[in-house]
């Protein structure tokens, strides 16, 4: 996809999410480099209580 594509779609996204955004607002994409073929997870000790039940929660959303 094009990065106006893109620069549009987003604008698109926020404005249905009720976000004021001008169409002249400054946009820009950042790559994130490199991917690596190890394993990785993503985790947030601050929102889960941690406990047993709730790893297995999360696990079966996925």
């Not at 999410?17 to 690596?36: A, P, T």
């Not at 993503?42 to 039940?53: F, N, P």
């Amino acid at each position: 996809m094009a990065a106006g594509a893109n620069r549009e779609r987003l604008i698109e996204t926020l404005r249905s999410q009720g976000f004021k955004v001008s169409n002249d607002v400054k946009i820009e994409f950042e790559g994130i480099g490199n991917f690596s073929r190890t394993l990785h997870f993503i985790v947030s000790s601050g929102a889960l209580r941690r406990r047993r039940e709730d790893w297995e929660g999360l696990i079966r959303d996925l």
